[in-house]
């Protein structure tokens, strides 16, 4: 047996250190791409251990993978070189609420769901709304600082936390920001840290910003005949005086898929639809949905749907949550990306996406919170057929060179990972590369944080075939 792991085992009993073959492939993959088999999964439970474990993984140079539930769609928690998988999961769940203050402390293995949950038996709402928030971890979502369909008005993670605790790659646990809303002392290494994917140190405990929650909301779908229709209608919204919440496009494919899934009656012969969610006071929410009718009718959408019960507006919402499932039936292989443009250029982007799917024969779908511009096209293929792969992966590169010849970026917020690290140059050019790296060097000097992730390493290609 390895030294660095009879020394784990001196305190940590035997049950949170798994070896086996079976334990270690359970670990292995992520919700993204390929499989790597730690040497060791280390279960900790509080940030002492998390200290204890690092400082002997740094002293024996041992790379470590934190992990929250593993369904990063950028290969984030991968061990793409062995060595130690840190699983957060059953560190206990601890939610201290200050209603107060609108704050709230939260232990990294919280799911996020649950911090909402908490927040609104006091009427209060924690707003980042990832849709895999009822399994994914407030860590990994700190760690990729991530969004969803209520980032339009909110913001994403990053605009919701107050302070961080966390454990340097050399052991240390240090705080970072505090409880207060305003804080400006010092470098903010509080964003620093929040989006850097694991790669500077584990994140053990975060203060996070509740909000009152709004009083009423009112969803509306709107169906298009035509994709650019679709995106004229979310330009001349965002330009009209309304910030909705949220506003999520489905393209016809995302729909039939949807039916065909768990039916709810989407009109599965539009090009694309449009579900808006406003929130505020009733009688601000009734002028708001009548001029959003009206600009709807100036562009000519197809058709403007009202739900006449909340249980309604819910399917609604659960029929854009069934997405991801829904167009997993399609094809064996989802190849998940979350490419981003400035919001006016979604139309492009579409068009683009078009001349990539007909040039390389592959299928894309794309579905997304179009409202602040983050599209989630998705390949959809057959990872045992190389020569479609091939397609796939060139498929890929030319979306994220598409985004970028946007103004966009890489990712809105699935994060880099291995999946995108060859593509980091192109948006960040050499030297931008190199300031970052220098950051994570001076952070982590024997490089034992998630190494393989966000920088690429030398000559490295996406590769989605065996
Ligand atoms: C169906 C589906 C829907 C999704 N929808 C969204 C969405 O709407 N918006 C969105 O942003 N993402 C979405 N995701 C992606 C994913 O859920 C998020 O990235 C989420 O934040 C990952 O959390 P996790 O607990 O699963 O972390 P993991 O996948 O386990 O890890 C993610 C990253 O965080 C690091 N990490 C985890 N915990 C810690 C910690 N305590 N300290 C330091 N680093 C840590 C890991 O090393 C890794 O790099 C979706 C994924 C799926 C499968």
Redesign the pocket.
């Known amino acids: 047996m390895e030294q660095w792991l009879k020394e784990l085992l001196g305190f940590l009993p035997e049950k949170r250190v798994l070896t086996s073959l079976a334990d270690r492939h359970s670990y292995s993959f992520?919700?993204s791409f390929g499989e790597y088999l730690p040497d060791a999964v280390v279960q900790v439970k509080e940030k002492r251990e998390v200290a204890s474990v690092l400082k002997i993984a740094n002293r024996f140079q041992v790379p470590v993978?934190?992990?929250?539930?593993?369904?990063?769609?950028?290969?984030?928690?991968l061990p793409v070189h062995g060595g130690i998988v840190?699983d957060?999961?059953q560190w206990p769940a601890d939610i201290n609420l200050r209603p107060r203050d609108l704050t709230v402390t939260v232990a990294?293995?919280v799911?996020?769901s649950n911090i909402n949950k908490a927040a609104e038996e006091h009427g209060l709402m924690y707003a980042p709304?990832?849709?895999?928030?009822h399994?994914?971890?407030?860590?990994?979502?700190?760690?990729?600082?991530?969004?969803?369909?209520r980032g339009l008005k909110y913001g994403?993670?990053k605009d919701h936390v107050l302070g961080l605790e966390?454990v340097t790659p050399e052991g240390e646990i240090i705080k970072t920001g505090g409880q207060t809303i305003k804080n400006v002392t010092g470098i903010d290494l509080t964003k620093l840290?929040i989006g850097?994917?694991?790669?500077?140190?584990?994140?053990?405990e975060a203060t996070l910003k509740l909000m009152p929650k709004p009083p009423a909301v009112q969803t509306m779908m709107v169906a298009f005949d035509g994709v650019r229709k679709a995106g004229e209608a979310i330009s001349q919204t965002l330009t009209s005086g309304i910030l909705p919440a949220k506003m999520e496009f489905m393209d016809q494919a995302c729909i039939v898929a949807v039916e065909n899934f768990q039916p709810v009656g989407l009109p599965v012969d539009a090009a694309a639809v449009i579900i808006i969610e406003l929130d505020g006071h009733p009688e601000t929410l009734r002028i708001e949905r009548k001029l959003i009718e009206e600009i709807m009718q100036e562009v000519g959408a197809e058709e403007v749907i009202i739900p006449k019960s909340d249980e309604e507006a819910a399917r609604l919402w659960h029929a854009r949550?069934q997405v991801?499932?829904a167009i997993a039936k399609i094809k064996p292989t989802k190849v998940?990306e979350?490419a981003t443009v400035p919001r006016s250029k979604i139309p492009d982007f579409m068009d683009r996406l078009q001349d990539i799917k007909e040039k390389y024969n592959v299928e894309v779908v794309a579905f997304g919170?179009a409202g602040d511009g983050n599209l989630h096209p998705n390949v959809l293929c057959d990872k045992r057929d190389v020569e479609e792969m091939k397609r796939v992966e060139l498929a890929v590169e030319e979306m994220f060179q598409a985004a970028l010849d946007l103004g966009g970026t890489l990712s809105?917020?699935?994060?880099i990972?291995t999946m995108k690290a060859p593509f980091m140059e192109l948006e960040l050019g050499e030297i931008g590369l190199e300031m970052m790296k220098r950051i994570k060097d001076s952070w982590d000097p024997n490089g034992i944080m998630?190494p393989g992730?966000i920088f690429p390493e030398k000559g490295q290609k996406l590769v989605l075939h065996k």
């Open positions: 992520d919700a993978y934190p992990r929250g539930s593993g369904t990063c769609l950028s290969g984030g928690p840190l957060m999961s990294p293995s799911l996020t709304d990832p849709s895999s928030a399994v994914a971890t407030i860590g990994g979502n700190l760690a990729e600082n991530s969004g969803g369909p994403v993670t966390i840290i850097s994917e694991g790669t500077l140190g584990v994140i053990v949550k991801s499932p998940s979350d919170h809105g917020e699935h994060g990972g998630n992730k």
